[in-house]
């Protein structure tokens, strides 16, 4: 889980970029008369990116549930309801996808804030910006790992006991 932490660690810091720089991005955009279009193609890419983070995170679950088959089949068999079998699943991604989410915004954060004290972004950073960025890539990452973890979970956890055991041998 630690290669999907880092991507979505990476998308994060984008976005929360992204979005610090936003009002100067616009400003500049605006010279060139394409103000609107700019300004959403900066964002697509930055949540496209943290997104792909998320998209890891699936993966990595689903092979750690495929991994799981058999210890799935045991707590199936010894009559362990559905629903909290799914929810210890979750953990992972989750952690995942928090962690990885927070390093990003703590990282940008501090990038953004550090580059707007030595004017080295010549439009400034906003921290308006910067707090929305951090909130959306909080949200997006949690949101897209449990939409995209919870199928396979939920699928392995729903699979007859017999075959769990037998196919996870």
């Given at each position: 889980?630690?290669?999907?932490?880092i991507?979505?660690?990476?998308?994060?810091?984008?976005?929360?970029?992204?979005?610090?720089?936003?009002?100067?991005?616009?400003?500049?955009?605006?010279?060139?008369?394409?103000?609107?279009e700019?300004?959403?193609?900066?964002v697509?890419?930055?949540?496209?990116?943290?997104?792909?983070?998320?998209?890891?995170?699936a993966?990595v679950?689903?092979?750690?549930?495929?991994?799981?088959?058999?210890?799935l089949?045991?707590?199936?068999a010894?009559?362990?309801?559905?629903?909290?079998?799914?929810?210890?699943?979750?953990?992972?991604?989750l952690?995942?996808?928090?962690?990885?989410?927070?390093?990003?915004?703590?990282?940008?954060?501090?990038?953004?804030?550090?580059?707007?004290?030595?004017?080295?972004?010549?439009?400034?950073?906003?921290?308006?910006g910067?707090?929305?960025?951090?909130?959306?890539?909080?949200?997006?990452?949690?949101?897209a790992?449990?939409?995209t973890?919870?199928?396979?979970?939920w699928?392995?956890?729903?699979?007859?006991?017999?075959?769990?055991?037998a196919?996870?041998?």
């Amino acid at each position: 889980m630690v290669l999907p932490a880092i991507t979505t660690a990476t998308g994060a810091y984008l976005v929360v970029l992204v979005f610090g720089m936003s009002a100067g991005i616009r400003e500049q955009s605006e010279s060139l008369g394409y103000a609107d279009e700019i300004s959403r193609a900066v964002v697509l890419i930055a949540v496209t990116v943290l997104l792909v983070g998320v998209a890891e995170v699936a993966v990595v679950t689903t092979r750690t549930v495929a991994h799981r088959t058999r210890e799935l089949g045991v707590l199936a068999a010894n009559g362990v309801p559905r629903a909290p079998v799914v929810a210890a699943l979750l953990v992972e991604p989750l952690l995942a996808a928090v962690l990885g989410a927070l390093a990003g915004v703590l990282l940008a954060v501090v990038t953004g804030i550090v580059l707007g004290i030595a004017g080295l972004v010549a439009t400034g950073v906003s921290s308006a910006g910067l707090a929305a960025g951090s909130g959306i890539a909080v949200v997006v990452s949690v949101a897209a790992a449990v939409a995209t973890s919870v199928v396979p979970t939920w699928k392995a956890a729903s699979r007859p006991p017999v075959q769990s055991l037998a196919s996870g041998a």
